[in-house]
Structures are given as C-alpha cells and as structure tokens.
C-alpha cells in the first residue's frame, strides 16, 4: 500500500541545514499496525508528514497505491487528505470556535460526501465514547476527550489509513490507554494504522515497530501474530474531482465566514466602518442629488414658460456679482417700456423683494416680502387657490392687500381661514386677500416663506425703494426668445445710456440658463461628493485588506490544519474571499441603511428634498462586494498558498 524508496527531507534554515532523513526506505502493506519509535529528533514526524501528503521528500520516490506522488496535482493530494487517509496530531488541533460536533464534521465539507455528514459525525463521537458531549466546545473538554474527538475527526470520511503523530504524547496514561484501545479497534476493524511514539508501552499495541535513529531506519521488528489483512481496493485513489462552486460546499464556507464575523463584533465593525461611511455617502449623495434635481424641475414648472428675467449687475451666481461695475436700477418706466415691445413680448411684471416682519395677533413672524405687478400672477403660477389675485386698481393705488405664502399662513394663523384678516407687514396693517400656492424648497429657501403685496405697495410703503430689483418678462413664444431678449438688450441700453461694451451693469437670462447653471452646479456637487465617497471606499477596503491579513496570521494554524484534512487551496480562498465578502457587504448593507437614514434625517430637519433611488442602492451594494472581492484577494491568496506543515507548526 505504501512504498517509499531511498527519501531524504533536509530542512533549512539561513545559512545551516539539517537533515531530518537520511535515506529512508520502507514498504507498509494494508492493514498493517506500524508504530514508529524513536529518540526525539530522529525524523519520525518528518516521515510521517511525508507519507500522510503533509509534505514532499527532496528525493526519493514514494508510491501510495502503486501511484507515485510526486506526479499528483495539488488537488489531487488534497483529496487523497481527505478521502484515503486521517491525521491525528500530538497537539489536537481543534478549532475552538466550533462545536466538538462541527469539528469532527468539518473534513466532510471538503468532500464530495452530500447525505447527512451530521449524523455521520455523530456516529464518530459516539464511537470515541463522546456522543453526549457533541455540543461542547473543545477548551471545554480534558484533552484526552480532544484527541477522543480528534480521532473521530480523522474518522469521519472513513479513511483506509489513519496517521498519529505521539497521539498520546500530551496524555496521562490511562488517557493514553483509552486512545490506545480505540486505535486498536479501529486496526481490528481493517484501518491501516501509522503511529509515530517514543513510550516502548504505547508501541506494544502495534504489530509492527521501526525504531529511527539519525533519519534512518535502525530496526524492522514484526510480531508473529501481526496481520496484514485484506486486498487493496484498486479505486481507492480515484479521487472525485470536484467542482469549484459546489452548492454545499458554499453554503459550508458562508456557515464558518458568519461564524468568524459574528465571533469578531468589534473588530469587524471596526473594520467595515470605512466600506460603512462610503456607502452610507453615496447614498446620501444619490439622494441629495436627484432630490435637487426633481426640485429644480418642480421649480422650473413653477417659474412658467419662456420667461426672461432682468436685473442689475453682472451674471450672478450663488447670489454673489461679479465685476465691479455699475449697477443698472430699474423703473417701473422700463418695465412699462419693454411691455410695448409686442408682439414678442406678451406679459411683464416687475418686482422688488426684500424682508417683512408680519405680525398677527400675539404672532410674530419674519419672512421675505415680494412686491410684484399684475401679470406676475400669470407669469409664475403665484394666483392664489384660496381667495384672488391683485385688481390692477390695487396695484394702481398702492393699495395694503396681500397674499400670504403657505408657511406664513401657517406660523401667524395656523389652520385658521386667514382671508379678510389684518395683518401688520413692518407695522403697516394689511389685509390679507388670499393665500399663494405652495412651491416647496427650492435648496434650503423656502419659497413659500414669502408675503407678496404689489410693486407700488412695497416699493413706496414697505421697502422704501423708488427702483425695481428686477423684470421678469414673458416672451410670446419660445422661437422668440432670443429676438426678445436682444430687443430687450437694445432698449435697455438706449434708455440708460450704456455703452456697447458695457455688460455687467444688468444682465438678461433665460429659463434655459437657469437650467443649465443649477444642473452644472448639481453635477459639480454630486462629482464632489462622488470623489469623497470614492476615497472613503478606498481606504476601507485596504482596512478590510489590513484586517484580512491579521486574520490569515492568527489563524494560519487553522489554515495547516484545513489542508491537513483535505482543503484543496481553492477551498481556502474561497473561504477568505467569502469572509472579506461577508464583511464588506453588512458594511455596504448597514451603510445603505444609514445613508437612507441621514438622507431622512436631511429631509426632515433642514427640509432638503431627498430621493434614494434604488438604483443608488444597487450600486451601493455591488460596490461593496467588489471591494471585499479585490481587498480580499490577496490575503486570501496568501493563506491558500501557506504548506500544510509549515502551518501547522505556525506559532
Ligand atoms: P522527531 O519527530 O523524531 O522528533 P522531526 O522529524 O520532527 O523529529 O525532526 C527531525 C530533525 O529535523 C530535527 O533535528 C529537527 O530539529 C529538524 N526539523 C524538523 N522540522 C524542521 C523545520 N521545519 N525546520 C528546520 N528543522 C526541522
Ligand atoms: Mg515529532
């Protein structure tokens, strides 16, 4: 069953090497009982990882069923670990975060095996006298029930071969006695057994004893009544190949990443706090952004069509003018000058704005205050749906008649019926003739914190301006627009007296340009936000990646000890991938909940409108995975590419 010729396995370290065989040659036969005895230091664990594929001789050859190994693929060791042979370690080698259950189960999810692996396991336990104890975690037993269960471990894919490197070594003697015992069954019931100890009393129980010295072998010594029973089933190596994406074996690998997330709380929350803010900034971001969009197009709606506004200075934006010209002041004159201009313009309004503090009653409340014309009513969609617009003989005779935004209906009357009501606007009585249309926010203004009283009203009585602040004017149609808006230009500048050249003491802008500068200033702003919420996934996916890292170091004898049983190192990485992928998606889940929630927090407390698009959270979450996928990579590759033993022995 097993031949090995002439090996060697030099190890080493710097500059200095050591020769841990020398040359060793021995053939086993199935079912044979082999301890392997020795001084420390001989090279017995050295031999033992080599026969149980735990590592490769330098030279040599070595035959496992008429196969020579050195011609097997990584994959197919991997499977030989886990379906011909089982390893039992001095040191156990139990995972502590699993069940006693779990951990005898684990080599079958390396497997092809799809029935009840559970039941299986149990068996196992019960056969080591432990079936009562399936649901303990191993630092809750004596370690003579951890080797117990480590022996079911290495039973459970029910091996022809079973390896023990000093099983007993860290054991008591009646400990060792039971372990003994159970391997003597196991040899009864047909297992070839190879055991490695150096007590003369523990080798008793086997039938065959080769004493190593110096890498060599010293001394063959067989038992008359030893037996060699059985034939060799020749499809013992005809290993199944397995198909990376098995369904089970998945599911087995998101169980343990779960597992390992759930056990490391803080640690891992720390860690996907970076994936956590970048994507709760998207999604803020998203929402915020078609938020400010929809508003701008309420608010386009709500301006009317083919409107032109007039006002002094340069080009404004944000409020702020630049150059330091001149600035054009209005009359109601030009307002009435442009009107004439027919048939390309249909309606004109001019209009002055400042602050109001309106008071009703014991109420008191300040807000803006729009002086407007006749035709604004028409021209902005402001006529009121409750109660009417201005007569012209109003505007005329600067009457005190206004019409009260929703909000300021709300502060100064509540749910009241405000119409017919005095209210005083800067301590002058006006009574109240109707109540505006709601317009919603436009940004942070709201547009119907707003009292609106006529042009003439407001310039002489409220304000006390003899100018406009601006003109809005209607074009006829949209064709017209540009002849409009030079016809406008021209009059403007014969009628103040201002040079050709001169363009920054009033300026004419159409809706388009509105609509063009606030979708410019959106796309900068989401760009921005964008750049921020990209770095902020960045630096938390390399704090996955640094954590990941961390992760394959503490448990690189985790690692060992999976390849031990048969984890192919597409297991491994796949393993790690789902772990760094678990994590970055409850990131990205609990950061697409918390930007949901600042997006509400915005939308009710600074009156933003917001919109989460699902769209945004998408993304969000794909994003997300693609990070844990990328920044999981390497220390995933890192882990499945570490060597079985050299894991193993890992401190
Ligand atoms: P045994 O199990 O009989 O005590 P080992 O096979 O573990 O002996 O070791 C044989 C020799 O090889 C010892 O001298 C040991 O120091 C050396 N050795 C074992 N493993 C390593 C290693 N990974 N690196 C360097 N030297 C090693
Ligand atoms: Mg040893």
Known sequence: MIEVTNITRTYRIGESSVNALNGVSLKIAQGEFVAIMGASGSGKSSLMHILGLLDVPDTGEYRLMGREVSRMSEDELAGI????????????????????????????????????????????????GLGHRAEHRPNQMSGGEQQRVAIARALVREPMLIFADEPTGNLDSRNSHEIMRIL????????TIIMVTHEQEIADYAGR?????????????????????????????????????????????VVQAFRSIVSNKIRTLLSVLGILVGVASVIAMMALGSGAKASMEEQLKSMGSNLLSVRGGSAKIGGAAQGTGTVTRFTVKDAEAIAELTPLVRRVSGTVSGSAQTVYMDKNWSSSVDGVD???GKMRAAEPSIGRWFTREEIQGREKVAILGTTVVKELFGSANPIGRIVKVNRINFQVIGVAPAKGSNGPRDQDDVVIVPVTTAMYRVLGKDYLDGI??????????????????????????????????????????????LSSTTQTMSMLLGSIAAISLVVGGIGIMNIMLVSVTERTREIGLRKAIGARKSDIMMQFLIESIGMTLSGGIIGVLVGI??????????????????????????????????????????????KPVEALRYE
């Not at 069954?185 to 297992?191: D, N, R, T, V, Y």
């Not at 403007?492 to 040079?499: A, C, M, T, Y």
Request: proline share 3%; glycine share 6%; charged share 20%.
């Open 597 to 642: 929630g600042v997006s509400v927090l915005l939308s009710t407390f600074a009156g933003w409108e917001v919109r989460t698009s699902p769209l945004s959270v998408l993304l969000a979450t794909t994003f997300s995975v693609l990070i844990g996928l990328f920044f999981g990579l390497w220390p995933a590759q890192k882990a499945a590419s570490l």
């Open 472 to 517: 809005f004017v209607e074009v006829s149609s949209a064709e017209n627009i540009e002849s409009a808006k030079s016809a406008i230009d021209v009059l403007i500048r014969k009628r103040h007296k201002l040079r050709a050249s001169d363009d920054t003491s009033f300026n004419i802008r159409d809706m388009t340009q509105f609509q063009q500068m």
């Open 184 to 191: 003597s069954e196991l040899h009864a019931k047909g297992k």
């Open 374 to 376: 006749f035709d604004y």
């Open 81 to 128: 670990r886990n379906n011909v042979a089982g390893f039992v370690f001095q040191q156990f080698h139990l995972l502590s975060r699993m069940s006693t259950l779990d951990n005898v189960m684990l080599p079958s999810i390396y497997s092809s095996e799809s029935g009840d692996v559970r039941s299986k396991a149990q068996q196992c336990l019960e056969m080591v």
């Open 209 to 253: 004893v080769i004493t190593m010295k110096d890498g060599k072998v010293l001394e063959d010594r067989r038992k008359a009544d030893s037996t060699a029973s059985a034939r060799v089933s020749a499809d013992l190596l005809d290993v199944a190949k397995l198909p990376l994406f098995q369904p089970g074996r998945i599911y087995g690998f």
